[in-house]
């Protein structure tokens, strides 16, 4: 469904903020992207959706294909209309729009019928925000503004949702809450998901792919099964030392001088 080749993209024709990048998303898959701050897993999806002409970032190399067809310099307009929607970190919302306002820009390019429609299919899909309709998003809880957020991305009825850092700023319960839902929705209406995500243990634990990116590069990429077992992911992304033990947040925090994949 999704195909990165080779991707180079840069900031200001100077700063190269992902390099040499290829990841595949297949139909009904749950894919997710690890990596630390700076690793370029945010660019790359702004490239992805077709967003990264506001910070003056460019596709230098490669392409990006979604259901065949090379969508690398489409406007995000047509990315959307296509059937792939972002779901930004941060949220982004319109705090001054009560919930349901937000949920109708995001199916801004539907009928209304099929609009209103799909804000009630949203309703269904996270019941707690029926209830809070009228409200003024920016007085949502954290956690209630990244439901807004997912469920204005499920307006458009996409084929592929790409999520930055859902789990940012959240409690336990309501991050259980929300990927629980996600995971539904890619189980039951095959929707394809690409998950950037800091939490490795979260990630592994829902994805069917995983790659990982360091200094603008995928430097691992395999099953969850299969990187739970390697000794590199266990030590940087887990925490745990070579014998089974956790190891403490001063060991993990000089991880980068000694990462052998980087070597």
Request: glycine share 8%; charged share 25%.
């Amino acid at each position: 469904m999704l195909e990165v080749s080779n991707v180079q993209i840069v900031y200001d024709n100077v700063i190269e903020a992902v390099r040499d990048v290829s990841l595949t998303v297949k139909e009904g898959q749950v894919v997710t992207l690890l990596g630390s701050n700076g690793a370029g897993k945010s660019t790359l999806l702004k490239a992805i959706s077709g967003v990264l002409y506001p910070e003056y970032g460019t596709i230098e190399g490669g392409h990006i294909k979604f259901k065949n067809r090379d969508i690398s310099g489409d406007m995000p307009d047509a990315i959307v209309r296509s059937g792939l929607m972002m779901v930004p970190e941060g949220r982004q919302l319109f705090d001054k729009l009560s919930v349901e306002d937000n949920l109708a820009m995001g199916g801004y390019s539907l009928s209304k019928a099929t609009a209103l429609r799909n804000i009630e299919r949203v309703y269904n899909w996270f019941p707690r925000l029926a209830d809070r309709r009228k409200q003024t998003s920016g007085y949502l809880s954290g956690g209630e503004q990244q439901m807004v957020a997912v469920g204005r991305a499920l307006m458009a009825e996409p084929k592929l949702l790409t999520l930055d850092e859902p789990s940012l700023g959240l409690a336990p319960q309501i991050i259980e809450e929300i990927f629980g839902i996600l995971m539904k929705l890619a189980a039951e209406e095959n929707v394809s998901i690409l998950l950037v995500e800091q939490n490795a243990e979260l990630a592994l634990s829902l994805a069917d792919y995983c790659y990982i990116m360091e200094n603008g590069r995928v430097v691992l990429d395999d099953t969850p099964e299969k990187l739970r077992e390697n000794e590199d992911v266990q030590e940087f992304y887990l925490g745990f030392s070579q014998h089974g033990t956790r190891k403490n947040m001063r060991e993990i925090k000089h991880y980068k001088r000694r990462k052998r994949w980087l070597s």
